[in-house]
């Protein structure tokens, strides 16, 4: 079955440390992929986007992922993590890669930060 | 500023009441969605919509119902067929092509009293 796995369901890392957040999915073709962040009680922000080109996309916040075709993976990176960076991370596939935009998402990976 | 504005921000429905959750959107996007977030469990596409007048059902819509009769407006009912509504809801859109994702509201939570 196709599905978005994010296989850590909660990270701790201290402050100024780096960050690596895991997504991989199981589909066919490339899809289009997102990462989302939810801070407690809100909506989802997105923080990037990959459709085609370069796979090594920058987002808001200091973020960045890398797309990896032969592992499957859209994993998210942070050179240096912000006490404010704690909060809930989502990772969302578009399996058509057609701009459909029935997302399928992962089932999220919070994030704690020690200051 | 643009948006989407979800209300209320916490609902309370008693046992066999039907409750409708409100999303509005000034953005001119004419993609509208409603996912329903538990704990540990990611986003669950409820329904969808394309255009107006226009919708789909998405995983999980079964006791839920929606209505698109204006582009900004796409309200979400929960009815009493729905066993287990205590979750949290969120509302999303976006305009239908590449490089366009969606946008979300701040959600609504639902408890059952």
């Known amino acids: 079955a196709q599905s978005v796995t994010q296989p850590d369901i909660h990270i701790t890392v201290s402050e100024g440390a780096s960050l690596e957040l895991r997504c991989n999915y199981s589909?066919?073709?490339?899809?289009?992929l997102f990462w989302y962040v939810q801070s407690p009680g809100q909506g989802l922000q997105l923080l990037l986007k990959?459709?085609?080109?370069?796979?090594l996309v920058q987002g808001i916040k200091g973020f960045e992922a890398e797309f990896k075709r032969s592992q499957s993976s859209f994993n998210l990176r942070k050179p240096s993590v912000h006490w404010s960076d704690a909060a809930e991370y989502f990772c969302?596939?578009?399996?058509?890669?057609?701009?459909?935009?029935?997302?399928?998402f992962g089932k999220g990976t919070k994030l704690s930060v020690i200051p | 500023d643009g948006g989407i504005t979800q209300s209320p921000k916490y609902l309370f429905r008693k046992e066999g009441q039907n409750v409708t959750l409100s999303c509005e959107q000034n953005?001119?996007?004419?993609?509208m969605y409603w996912y329903r977030q538990d704990p540990g469990q990611g986003l669950r596409l409820i329904y969808y919509?394309?255009?107006?007048?226009?919708?789909q059902k998405g995983d999980i819509a079964e006791g839920y119902s929606v209505s698109r009769e204006k582009k900004e407006s796409f309200p979400l009912t929960v009815t009493s067929a729905q066993k287990n509504p205590t979750a949290f809801y969120l509302c999303?859109?976006?305009?239908?092509?590449?490089?366009?994702?969606?946008?979300f509201g701040d959600g609504t939570r639902l408890s059952i009293l």
């Open positions: 589909y066919g073709a490339t899809p289009y």
């Open positions: 919509s394309q255009i107006v007048n226009d919708f």
């Open positions: 953005l001119n996007h004419d993609a």
């Open positions: 990959y459709f085609s080109g370069d796979t």
């Open positions: 969302a596939v578009d399996p058509s890669g057609a701009g459909s935009y029935q997302l399928t």
């Open positions: 999303a859109s976006s305009v239908p092509g590449r490089d366009q994702p969606q946008h």
